[in-house]
């Protein structure tokens, strides 16, 4: 009887200090009276909310989740509730800055990063209307001479009248094509479109192409007032793979023959300790049964 008394005050606890730890997730956060008085220096216009499109993709969509709610891979506050927006952009800004518990401080960041991200997350409850987007295309372009391999986008909005126009200022993305995303190339600086509607990247060396050589140049734009385009090439200029790459090396998406032996090892542990435990549960509550069986008698 003793032992059944100990595991039910036990699962009791347990219980109550999960509900408490829920309930301190997001405690208070008070924010000096001067900090909530810094006013935006960045006009919330387009430049800035693709400004602050960008930071929050890289750094704050993976725990707010990609409308702010705070759906992530980790809980996290919700960004477009009344009660956050009710915030001056100072107070979020000082946040962002100070950093507390799994939310990070953002003080090496250049401050105007700091200023868009907060533009895009207030333009993020905002209700907008359905707006139709204007049509564009990208071309590309292949310059190599020797070891000098240069790729040159041009983006061009497709009117009403079927006519091409080149479109200034927009910011282009350049990707190697691989099996299971693309990867960037050229991130040191964004692509602008020149008046042309064209921007140019040196192509590094090093990348990994086909048994051939061959690989896949990607180059794309995603621009609030233009449905998104992209366009790609096949050039020759990947490092060649071995014959037998698909075949004899181990990799995480080969298949068992070829699966990484730490991987196999890891996942047969872990199988086993679930279970074992599993097993053990089930043992501890046959034994709490048996007492209570006797206790009865």
């Known amino acids: 009887m003793n ?16 509900f408490l ?40 969509k993976a725990c707010h989740g990609e409308k702010g709610r705070g759906d992530g891979l980790i809980k996290s506050a919700n960004l477009t509730t009344e009660k956050f927006l009710q915030q001056t952009d100072g107070a ?39 707006i139709a987007k204007r049509n564009a295309i990208v071309q590309l372009a292949i310059n190599k001479q020797g070891d000098y391999k240069e790729v040159t986008a041009k983006v061009l909005e497709i009117s009403k009248d079927n006519q091409q126009i080149p479109l200034e200022n927009i910011k282009v993305n350049f990707f190697a094509k691989r099996y299971f995303g693309n990867l960037p190339v050229a991130i ?41 385009a992209e366009a790609t090439e096949q050039v020759k200029w990947g490092v060649e793979n071995p014959n037998n790459y698909w075949t004899e090396r181990r990799a995480l998406w080969k298949n068992n023959d070829y699966v990484p032996v730490w991987l196999l090892l890891a996942f047969g542990g872990g199988a086993l300790t679930v279970w074992g ?21």
């Not at 990348?207 to 140049?217: H, K, P, R, S």
């Not at 435990?277 to 008698?297: A, S």
Request: charged share 20%.
């Open 3 to 18: 032992l059944i008394y100990k595991t039910g005050v036990t699962i009791i606890l347990f219980v109550f200090t999960n």
């Open 92 to 130: 979020i800004f000082w946040k962002m800055n100070a950093g507390r518990g799994q939310m990070l401080s953002f003080k090496a960041s250049p401050p105007e990063q700091i200023w868009s991200v907060i533009n895009y997350v207030r333009n993020l409850s905002v209700k907008k209307e359905v």
């Open 277 to 297: 435990f599993i097993i053990y549960v089930m043992l501890q509550i046959r034994k709490i049964k048996l007492i209570g069986d006797k206790l009865k008698k």
């Open 21 to 60: 730890a829920i309930a301190q997730d997001f405690p208070p956060w008070d924010v000096p009276e001067a900090a909530t008085k810094v006013q935006n220096p960045v006009p919330s216009n387009k430049e800035s909310l693709e400004a602050g499109k960008a930071f929050y993709n890289t750094v704050c």
């Open 188 to 228: 040191e600086e964004p692509h602008m479109t020149n008046q042309n509607g064209e921007t140019s990247v040196i192509f590094p060396d090093g990348i990994i192409g086909d048994e051939n050589g061959m690989l896949a140049v990607v180059a794309s734009f995603d621009d609030m007032d233009f449905n998104p």
